[in-house]
């Protein structure tokens, strides 16, 4: 059993740290089975432009280079970048072994020069909703050129599962992302501003999305 939000034209859940589990109906539902494959097995997926390929340590400097951009960082749940390089093998180790088998993250690489320009895929194997929650990062310089479109619609091809994408309110990009890849947004969420600390006023609207493999409703 998984929790699923009601229905879009549901009110809008209480403010807490996550979905108001009293909004919630329950229903019977699959999750991609555990282990994942290994990365030592995942093969490469490549778009027109992009290579997307399991990470390795060695890919910690780039990604360092990637979470210290506050434009990125800005758009993550704390909004500021990693402090040291500590801080970024933090997130780099959930997906690499043994932990790989947990996760399904992929580097996004440019395909013409192999530089590692991104980090995204499915970061969470249990959202707050039940299903796998997926998410991703492009440095800046690559913005604009339709690359994250064209890493979503890359990553969905091996897709057999409801995904859950969380945004927030203002992040029209990667709202743009998310709808041309097939999203499709159900619900918008409270929950608390962890940049801008506890208490009152410090709430922020996450304007959430679902995806439906084959473009099934659910419904
Ligand atoms: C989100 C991110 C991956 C988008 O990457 P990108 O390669 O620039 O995105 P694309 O070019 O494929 O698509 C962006 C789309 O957003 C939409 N968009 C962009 N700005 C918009 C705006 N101000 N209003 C409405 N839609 C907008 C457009 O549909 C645009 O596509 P189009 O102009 O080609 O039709 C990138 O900005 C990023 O890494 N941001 C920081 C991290 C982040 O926000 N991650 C997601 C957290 S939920």
Known sequence: ?????????????????????????????????RPF?????????????????????DDLAALHELRTQPEVMIWTALGKPDKDLAET????????????????????????????????????????????????????EFWGKGLGTEFLRGFLTGVREQLIAVTAT?????????????????TTWLAEDLQKGTGPGSMIELPTFRYFPGGKKGE
């Open 89 to 140: 093998q933090a997130k780099l180790d959930p997906f690499l072994p043994p932990r790989d088998e947990a996760t399904f993250n992929f580097a996004i690489c440019d395909r013409a020069t192999g530089q590692m320009i991104g980090i995204g895929g499915c970061h969470l194997w249990r959202s707050a909703f039940g299903w796998p929650e997926v998410g991703y990062m492009l440095r800046k």
């Open 170 to 186: 203002g992040n029209d990009k990667s709202q743009g992302v998310l709808g041309k890849a097939g999203f499709k947004w159900f």
């Open 37 to 57: 494959p290994p990365n030592a097995t995942r093969q490469p997926i490549t778009t027109e432009r992009l290579t997307l390929r399991v990470l390795t340590q």
């Open 1 to 33: 059993m998984a929790a699923a939000p009601a229905s879009s034209s549901a009110p809008r859940p209480a403010a807490g740290p996550e979905p108001d589990p009293s909004t919630f109906i329950r229903v019977r539902t699959t999750l991609p089975r």
